[in-house]
C-alpha cells in the first residue's frame, strides 16, 4: 500500500516540466566551446578570416543575401544584414508562430523564401543554404547562445532532452554518455567534446566543405551506428534546441572549423 | 560562390617582401571516391594557380589531388612599382578562375 504514493510522485516528477529554464547541464564555469578542444592547427584556422575556408561561404550568403532575381532578395524586406541579423542567429532554433512549431535557421530561411519570395525552398546541405546560413549565422559571431524554450517550445525541448539521453542504436549509446559523462576523455585519437553547436555551420576538415548542425549530429549518430533522421526531420530539430540550450552563454562562432 | 578570399596588406614599402594569401573554392576531387551510388567521381582538381605582379609572373603552382579541398595559398612578393596582382587557375575540367587585387607600394 505505502509505495504506491511514493510510486506516483516519482511519476510526476519525471512527467512535469523538470527542467526549469534558469537550471543548466552544465555549470557556466565548466562550459566550454568544442574549439577549446581542437588542435592549434585548427584554432589557428578559424581565427584567420582568410585561412578560414567558411568565409567562401559567408562572401556567397553576402551575395544571395542582395540577389533579387526571384523578384525580392533578402534585402529587399531586411535591408543591412549587418544590422538587421545581428543576434538572430544566436536565438535559434525558435518557434515559428505562424507554423505553431520550433524551427531552425534553415527552415527560417526556407520559409521566407517560400512564403515571401515566391522561391522554392533550398535543399538541405545544399552550398546556398549553407551560404546564407552561415552568412545570417555570421552576424551573431561572438554573441551568447540564447534560445528560449519558453511556451510553445517547451514541448520541442522536452522532447529533444529525452532524445538526448535516450540510447540509440547498435551501440548502445546516447549523447549524454559521451558529452555529458565522458567528455575530455579520448575516443580514438579524439578528444571528446561536450557536444555544443556553436561553430555551427561549420567548416570540418573531414568533410572538406561546410555543414550543418544536423549534419554533424547524423554523423554522430552514424557513429553510434543508429538510425539516422532524413535531414529536415522534426526530431533533429529537436535536439538542436536542446543544444542551444545546453550551450546557453557560450558565443557563436560561426563560420567555425573543426576535425 | 565567391571563389576566393584575397588578402594582401594595404600597403607594401618598395624593395621589401610583402605577404600575399588567397584561399579558393574548389572541391579539389581526387578521382578515388565514388559517389553513393558507387559510380566513379572523376578527378577535378586545380591544375595550375599562378599569380602575376604587374604582367610579371611571380608565383606558380603545380596542383596535385594531394592539397585538400578550397585549397589556400601564402607567399611573399617583393614590392616594386604600385600596380595588381592577378591570379588565374585552371582545373581538370577546363574551368578557369581569377581574380585580381591591388597593391599601393609607399
Not at chain 1, 35 to 53: K, T, W
Not at chain 1, 143 to 148: E, G, H, L, R, V
Not at chain 2, 87 to 105: C, L, N, P, Q, S
Request: glycine residues 8%.
Amino acid at each position: 500500500m505505502s509505495r504506491w504514493p511514493i510510486a506516483l510522485a516519482a511519476a510526476a516528477a519525471l512527467s512535469s516540466p523538470s527542467v526549469p529554464a534558469q537550471q543548466r547541464a552544465l555549470p557556466v564555469d565548466a562550459l566550454r566551446s568544442g574549439l577549446e578542444f581542437a588542435g592549434s592547427d585548427v584554432r589557428g584556422i578559424q581565427a584567420d578570416d582568410v585561412a578560414n575556408p567558411g568565409f567562401l561561404w559567408v562572401d556567397r550568403g553576402e551575395k544571395s543575401w542582395r540577389d533579387a532575381a526571384g523578384g525580392k532578395s533578402c534585402a529587399s524586406c531586411h535591408g543591412d544584414a549587418a544590422a538587421s541579423m545581428r543576434g538572430v542567429a544566436a536565438h535559434y532554433p525558435a518557434l515559428d508562430p505562424s507554423a505553431g512549431q520550433v524551427i531552425d535557421l534553415e527552415a527560417r530561411i526556407n520559409a521566407c523564401r517560400v512564403r515571401h519570395q515566391g522561391a522554392k525552398p533550398l535543399a538541405r546541405e545544399s552550398d546556398e543554404l549553407l551560404a546564407l546560413t552561415a552568412y545570417v549565422a555570421y552576424q551573431s559571431r561572438g554573441m551568447p547562445i540564447a534560445a528560449s524554450i519558453d511556451g510553445a517550445a517547451r514541448a520541442s525541448f522536452e522532447r529533444g532532452r529525452v532524445l538526448y539521453v535516450t540510447r540509440h542504436g547498435q551501440m548502445n549509446l546516447s549523447c549524454a554518455q559521451c558529452h555529458e559523462g565522458s567528455w575530455g576523455k579520448r575516443l580514438y585519437a579524439e578528444t571528446i567534446s561536450q557536444g555544443h553547436g556553436n561553430a555551427f555551420p561549420a567548416y570540418r576538415l573531414e568533410w572538406q566543405t561546410l555543414g550543418s548542425l544536423q549534419r554533424r549530429i547524423r554523423a554522430c549518430l552514424f557513429g553510434i551506428r543508429a538510425e539516422m533522421p532524413r535531414p529536415g526531420a522534426p526530431e533533429l530539430t529537436d535536439l538542436e534546441l536542446y543544444l542551444a540550450w545546453r550551450a546557453q552563454g557560450l558565443p557563436l562562432e560561426a563560420p567555425g572549423v573543426r576535425r | 560562390m565567391a571563389d576566393s578570399r584575397i588578402s594582401v596588406a594595404p600597403e607594401a614599402r618598395r624593395g621589401e617582401p610583402f605577404e600575399v594569401r588567397i584561399s579558393i573554392r574548389h572541391p579539389m576531387e581526387t578521382g578515388y571516391r565514388t559517389n553513393e551510388s558507387g559510380e566513379h567521381v572523376p578527378r577535378n582538381v586545380i591544375r595550375r594557380f599562378s599569380c602575376r605582379y604587374n604582367g610579371t609572373p611571380v608565383f606558380a603552382v603545380r596542383v596535385t589531388s594531394g592539397i585538400a579541398a578550397n585549397p589556400y595559398f601564402r607567399f611573399f612578393v617583393t614590392a616594386r612599382e604600385s600596380g595588381a596582382l592577378d591570379f588565374e587557375w585552371v582545373d581538370d575540367a577546363g574551368v578557369r578562375g581569377e581574380a585580381r587585387a591591388e597593391v599601393k607600394v609607399v
